[in-house]
């Protein structure tokens, strides 16, 4: 069992990234999922496989409100910067990206091995 946050990035239906959070710290809190493309359908699949990463049999789910993405292909780039804020500290239920300098702004963090929270309104 994790003794602090957890913060996981899965790879979901073979076409979508999505950020799942758990705090196992404050006992009976759900699994915070971070989806950009979010369509209220959580597949048993998806919620197998959480649970078995994470080692808990019966976990409860939520999503938050986060920005959603525009197109089919940003969604990775998107948990990249809801698990770079949430490190931050931010509350990335009330950020809003500037979608087009975010893929920039990753190549620049990576150029110089510093990440940096991604450009916001």
């Given at each position: 069992?994790?003794?602090?946050?957890?913060?996981?990035?899965?790879?979901?239906?073979?076409?979508?990234?999505?950020?799942?959070?758990?705090?196992?710290?404050?006992?009976?809190?759900?699994?915070?999922?971070?989806?950009?493309?979010?369509?209220?359908?959580?597949?048993?699949?998806?919620?197998?496989?959480?649970?078995?990463?994470?080692?808990?049999?019966?976990?409860?789910?939520?999503?938050?409100?986060?920005?959603?993405?525009?197109?089919?292909?940003?969604?990775?780039?998107?948990?990249?910067?809801?698990?770079?804020?949430?490190?931050?500290?931010?509350?990335?239920?009330?950020?809003?990206?500037?979608?087009?300098?975010?893929r920039q702004h990753l190549r620049n963090?990576?150029?110089?091995?510093?990440?940096?929270?991604?450009?916001?309104?």
């Open positions: 069992m994790f003794e602090k946050k957890c913060l996981q990035y899965l790879y979901i239906n073979m076409n979508h990234w999505i950020l799942a959070s758990l705090d196992p710290i404050i006992t009976h809190t759900p699994c915070i999922l971070y989806d950009s493309k979010y369509d209220k359908i959580l597949c048993e699949n998806t919620t197998l496989k959480i649970s078995k990463l994470l080692n808990i049999d019966h976990l409860n789910y939520m999503y938050a409100n986060v920005m959603q993405q525009s197109n089919q292909s940003q969604c990775g780039l998107f948990v990249i910067a809801y698990v770079v804020d949430i490190a931050f500290n931010l509350n990335v239920e009330k950020l809003r990206y500037v979608v087009y300098k975010m963090c990576l150029n110089a091995k510093y990440i940096t929270s991604f450009p916001k309104i």
